[in-house]
C-alpha cells in the first residue's frame, strides 16, 4: 500500500523549532520529488518547500525562505521539514506530497500534521 505520513507537529511558541517528518511505505521516496503543504484554517493550500531529483535541489516559500528547511533521508525513506524561527501566521495543517517535478502539483498525499504557534 503506498502511503505518505506526517509527523512532528504539535503547539510551540513564536520563535521556537519543530521538525516534521514524512515517511512514506509501498515505494522509494527518493525516486520522487516531494513539498511540503500548508493549509490555515479559510485559506488555500499553500506549497512551502520542495526538494527536488538528482541533486536535490531545494525551493522555498518567499514567507518561509531562510526559516525552513526541507531534506532527506533515504535511508529511512523519509523527508524532513526543520522549521526554525516560527512565526503566529505559521499555524496550519501541514502535509507532505509526491509531487511533479519542477512543479507544485501533487500526485500523492498524506493526512497532514497540525502545527500551533501561540504568542
Known amino acids: 500500500q503506498v502511503q505518505l505520513v506526517e509527523s512532528g507537529g504539535g503547539s510551540v511558541q513564536a520563535g521556537g523549532s519543530l521538525r516534521l517528518s514524512c515517511a512514506a511505505s509501498?515505494?522509494?521516496?527518493?525516486?520522487?520529488?516531494v513539498a511540503w503543504f500548508r493549509q490555515a484554517p479559510g485559506k488555500e493550500r499553500e506549497g512551502v518547500a520542495r526538494?527536488?531529483?538528482?541533486?536535490?535541489?531545494?525551493y522555498y516559500r518567499a514567507s518561509v525562505q531562510g526559516r525552513f528547511t526541507i531534506s532527506r533521508d533515504n535511508a529511512k525513506n523519509s523527508v524532513y521539514l526543520q522549521m526554525n524561527s516560527l512565526k503566529l501566521e505559521d499555524t496550519a495543517l501541514y502535509s507532505c506530497?509526491?509531487?511533479?517535478?519542477?512543479?507544485?502539483?501533487?500526485?500523492?498525499w498524506g493526512q497532514g500534521t497540525q502545527v500551533t504557534v501561540s504568542s
Open positions: 526538494i527536488d531529483r538528482g541533486t536535490d535541489p531545494t
Open positions: 509501498g515505494y522509494t521516496l527518493s525516486n520522487f520529488c
Open positions: 506530497a509526491t509531487v511533479n517535478c519542477g512543479t507544485w502539483n501533487r500526485r500523492s
